[in-house]
C-alpha cells in the first residue's frame, strides 16, 4: 500500500481513481479513503495571547517549586532528588531549572516504528495520528447490546484498527478482554495486537513486569535485537498521573523501564475541573501542564533525549452531578491551549476524540465533531480515542468506531489543500456551459465527477420519499452495516514464521512463571 | 435585557450568575445563554495562500470580462451599460474596472437597523450573528412528523426565533406558509415578523410589489419616515444569483429597490459544484466569487454606498445521484475560501449552517457541527439557516432547531476569551486541596460551580443505567421537550398601538389592492 501524502494531494486525477477503485475492489463492499499522512499546513488556532500563555506556563513552574507532587515510588524520589529536586517524605519540589534542562534534551520529533516499516508514523511536527479508543471496560454494537468486554470482541477491535487506513496506531486495548486473567491478559492481548495488525501499539503501565513485557513484545515482532530497539522507539505508553499532582508506583516503573529502554512515554494528566483540577479553565490547564512537566523531567532524568508526547485531558464536568462531560465548549479550549504550550515546548502533542453520551446519536456525534475541531484547530499530533469511543470512555461501539472512521476521513479531507491550478479554475468549462447551461454532463465534470468529492461511509443523501421506503434508516443503522462490511475486509498481515514461533514461545514462558502480580 | 460583549466576559462571576439566574427564572423550565455578542478573537483560518486568492480574484474578473452574465432584466442591463458594461441581447460583460470601483464604495461595515434598537446588530468586521433556517417548503416534528409549511408552524417558529437569545435575525420565512394565498403571503407573514419579533428581518426579492411592501412594512414597523429609513437600513433581501451566470427578473428587481432605498443586499449564488457550477472546488469559488462580484456591481450601480454583503453558497453534490450535500469537507473549505474572499473585499461575509440529513441523527449532527466548524473558523459575519434546517433545506424541523441552538450556544460560549487572572490561574486552590485531594468542596470551586460550565440544553450526562432507565432517550426526545419549553416561555414584545394600527391599514389596503402579481 503506497502512502499518499499531502504533497501529493493535487496530482494527476487518474492516478488517484486508480488508486482508489483498486482499494475499493480489494475490499468487497466496503470502501475507504486511502492512507495519507495527514499534514497540518495552517497556523494552529490560539485563544490565548504569547502573553497568556508565559502566565500559565509560570503559574505551573511556580506548583512545582512551591506546592510539587507527590512520587509514591522510592526509586524515582531518588533519581528527581538527585537530579536536584527537593524531597520530603513523598513530596517531590523541582526547581524551574529541572524543567527547563527536560525541555532542552527532549526531542521535537522521532519516529515510532511498527513491525511493517510502511505503517511507521513520525510524532510530532504538523503531523497528525489516529488511533482506536483505549481502555473501555465494555463494548456495544446494536445487534447484541452492551456486554463486559471480552476477548473475541478485543480481536474485532483489531481487525478493524489494521482494516481501517485512517487508524495509524494503536492505543491500549480498544475494549478490556477480561476474560482473560489479569495476570496474563496483556501477554495474550499484546500477541494479537503484534499479530493481527502490523501497526505501531501501546504498553500498559502497570507495574515493572507488564511493560518489561511489552517491551519485549515489540522487540520480538519487529525481529530486531535490544540494541536497535533502543535505537528505534517500537512502543509507547499512556503515562496518567493521579491528578491532583500525584504519580503512583505502576506509573512511575512505566516511565522508568520506557525511558531507560528509549521507548515512548506519553503523559497525560486526566485534569477535570471542578473535581481532579481546579473548577476554572485556566486552573485545570495549569495543573495539567505541571503534571506533564512534571512527568516530562522525569523521563529526561531516567535518560536524557527519551521520546517524550505532552498529553493533555483536561475538561469539565456536569456540575450538577459531577459527571464527565466531554466535547464540550471548555474542552475544545482546553485542546487548543494545551496545543499552545506543547508548541512553546517544542514537544510533540497529544489528544483525545471524545464524546460522553449513551447512544450513537446526535448528541455523540456533536460531541465527537467538537473535539475534533478543537485537537485539528490546536495542532494534536497523536489523537488517541479517535474511533469508537462512547459513555466518557466506559464502551467501545462498533457502530461508533466506523462513524468516527468516517469523521477522521472528512477531517483528512478537509486538511487537503484546495487545488488552484489552471485545470482547476474551470474556466474553460464555465465556457463551455455558459449561463444558465449545466456542468453535470461537460468535459470536465466527466472528466472528474467519480472521486471529485469525498463519499461517505454513512451519510445518507437520498430524499426523503427514498431515505423513508427504504425504512428511514438512520446513522447508527448504517453504521452497524458498515463495521460488518469492514470487518469482512480484515486480510491479517504476514508474519515471518521465525518470529511468530519467538512471540509464542515468549509468551508461554511468562504464562508458565506466572505472568505479572495483579496487586499493586 | 442587557447585553454582555465578549470583553465583558471577564467580569466577576457573581454579576454573570445574577444574570443567568434572573433568565432562568423567567423561563420557567426553559434556560439559555445570555445574549452575547460573538466576536472572533482569533484570526480567520487560511487554506489558500495569498497568491493563490489573488488567483481565484483574477479568474472570477475574468469571468466577468470574457464570458459576463446573463441579466434578464432589461432596466438592469441599461444601468450596467450606461457605468461602463458590454452588453449584447441578455449578455454583460464587465470590465474589471467596474469590479474594482464597486469595492471601492461598498461599506465595510453597517448597523443593521431593528425595530427594538437593542436588537439592531453591527454587520461586518469580527462579529458573528445567527439566523434561523429559511425558506423550507415542510416543516416537521416527532409528534405530527413531516408537513407542508403552513401559517400556524411558521408562527411557531418567529416565537422561537424571538425567544432565543442567540437567534440575532430573521432570515426568509423559516418555514413557508403555503396556505396563505401567494399574492398577499408577504403582507400576512412579514406582519407576523414584524409583530411577532422585534429583531430585523428579511424581504424575498419576487418581484418589485414584494419587496416594496417589504421595505414599507420595515419602515412602518420602525415607526420611522422614508428618509430615516434610507439612512437607516432596516431590511435585508437575498439575492440568489440563477448559477450559473445568471440573474432573473424578480431578483433584479430586489436588488434596484433595495439598493435605491439604501437597504442590505446580500448576494448569494448557489454554486453546487460538479451541477450550478465546475465540479472542482476552486471552479466553483470562481464562478460563485464572480457572481458575487456582479452582484455587488450591480448594487453599487443603483446606489454607491448601498449596504452590501458577500454571500457564499458552495457545496458539492453526491456524483451517484446529483443530490446535495452539506456539511462535508468541501463544504467547509468553501465556507474558509469565501471568507478569505470576503475580507479581501473587505466586504461582510454570509455563510450557513447547513446538512443533508433525513433524520434529527448523528448524521445531521455532525454535518451541522462541520457547517459551524467551517464557517466560524472561515469568519461569517451573518449566519443563513443556523437553526432549523433539514433534508437539504426541505425541512424546517423544530428538533433540530433547538439542537442547533444549542451548538450555536456551545459556539459562543467556545469564542468567549479564556480568563486567565490570577484568582483564575486556581494556584490557591490547588495549595489548599494538595496532591491526591478533591476540587469539589473547596473554597475556589464553590464560589464557582453554578456558572463555571456551559450547561447544554439536550446534552444527557447521566451514566447508561440512569439513562436507560429513563427509557434510553436520545438526543431529538429532549429536543423534542426543549421546544415545547421555549414555545411557553415566548414572550410578545409590546409595539406601539400606532404603529399597529398603521401596519394593519397597510396590510389591509394592500389586500384590497390584490397584493404582488403571482406569475413572473
Keep these: 500500500m503506497t502512502e499518499l501524502s499531502a504533497a501529493e494531494g493535487a496530482r494527476p486525477r487518474e492516478h488517484r481513481r486508480r488508486a482508489h477503485n483498486n482499494r475499493a475492489a480489494a475490499g468487497g463492499g466496503f470502501t475507504q479513503s486511502p492512507r495519507r499522512t495527514i499534514t ?29 507532587m507527590d512520587f509514591l515510588l522510592p526509586e524515582a524520589r531518588e533519581r528527581l532528588k538527585a537530579a536536584g529536586a527537593e524531597v520530603t517524605g513523598e513530596r517531590v519540589r523541582m526547581p524551574r531549572q529541572m524543567v527547563e534542562k527536560a525541555l532542552s534534551t527532549a526531542p521535537q520529533r522521532f519516529t515510532f516504528h511498527a513491525r511493517n516499516p510502511e505503517n511507521s508514523i513520525e510524532v510530532g511536527g504538523n503531523q497528525m495520528f ?8 465494555n463494548c456495544s454494537d446494536l445487534d447484541h447490546g452492551r456486554r463486559s468486554g471480552n476477548h473475541a470482541d478485543y480481536r474485532k477491535f483489531l481487525k478493524l484498527v489494521q482494516t481501517f487506513n485512517c487508524m495509524r496506531f494503536l492505543g491500549g486495548y480498544p475494549v478490556e478482554p477480561i476474560d482473560l486473567h489479569p495476570s496474563i491478559r496483556h501477554l495474550e492481548a499484546l500477541r494479537d495486537a503484534a499479530t493481527l495488525t502490523d501497526k505501531p501499539f501501546h504498553g500498559y503501565s502497570l507495574g515493572r513486569e507488564r511493560i518489561c513485557d511489552a517491551i519485549e513484545i515489540a522487540r520480538i515482532a519487529r525481529g530486531i535485537d535490544r540494541e536497535t530497539l533502543e535505537r528505534e522507539p517500537s512502543l509507547f505508553t499512556i503515562v496518567n498521573t493521579n491528578s491532583p499532582l500525584k504519580l503512583d508506583n505502576p506509573m512511575l516503573q512505566g516511565i522508568i523501564e520506557m525511558s531507560s529502554a528509549n521507548q515512548i512515554v506519553c503523559v497525560t494528566p486526566f485534569t477535570l475541573a471542578g473535581a481532579m483540577a481546579p473548577v476554572t479553565m485556566a486552573g485545570a490547564i495549569v495543573q495539567q501542564n505541571a503534571e506533564a512537566l512534571a512527568g516530562l523531567v522525569m523521563t529526561q532524568t531516567v535518560r536524557a ?16 452531578s459531577g459527571a464527565p ?21 517544542n514537544l510533540p502533542y497529544r489528544t ?28 494534536g499530533n497523536m489523537i488517541m480515542h479517535g474511533a469508537g469511543w462512547m459513555e466518557g470512555g466506559l464502551v467501545a461501539s462498533f457502530e461508533k468506531f466506523v462513524l468516527d472512521c468516517d469523521l477522521i ?112
Aim: hydrophobic share 40%; with cysteine.
Design 325 to 345: 462531560a466531554f466535547g464540550t465548549p471548555e474542552y475544545m479550549k482546553s485542546c487548543i491551549v494545551g496545543g499552545q504550550l506543547a508548541r512553546r515546548y
Design 40 to 68: 497540518r499546513n495552517f497556523p494552529a488556532m490560539q485563544i490565548v495571547s504569547a502573553d497568556q500563555l508565559e502566565t500559565l506556563h509560570l503559574a505551573s513552574l511556580k506548583v512545582l517549586e512551591e506546592i510539587g
Design 409 to 520: 476521513q472528512m477531517v483528512m479531507e478537509f486538511l487537503q489543500p484546495l487545488d488552484t491550478g489552471s485545470d482547476a479554475l474551470g474556466i474553460d468549462a464555465m465556457r463551455e456551459v455558459g449561463p444558465g447551461g449545466h456542468f453535470f454532463g461537460c468535459a470536465h465534470t466527466l472528466a472528474r465527477y467519480s472521486d471529485a468529492f469525498y463519499a461517505p461511509m454513512i451519510s445518507d443523501w437520498r430524499n426523503y420519499q427514498q431515505w423513508e421506503a427504504a425504512g428511514a434508516p438512520e446513522a447508527k443503522h448504517k453504521a452497524n452495516r458498515v463495521w460488518k462490511e469492514a470487518l469482512a475486509a480484515y486480510e491479517q498481515p504476514p508474519m515471518d514464521a521465525a518470529i511468530s514461533e519467538e512471540l509464542d514461545a515468549f509468551v508461554a514462558r511468562r504464562k508458565e512463571e506466572g505472568g505479572a502480580p495483579t496487586d499493586f
Design 305 to 320: 533525549g527519551a521520546p517524550f508526547i505532552y498529553g493533555g485531558f483536561t475538561s469539565n464536568v456536569d456540575m450538577k
Design 130 to 137: 489516529f488511533g482506536p479508543v483505549s481502555s473501555a471496560p
Design 352 to 379: 483525545s476524540n471524545t464524546c460522553a453520551a449513551n447512544a450513537v446519536d446526535a448528541q455523540a456525534a456533536y460531541e465527537s465533531v467538537f473535539s475534533l475541531w478543537g485537537l485539528t484547530m490546536g495542532g
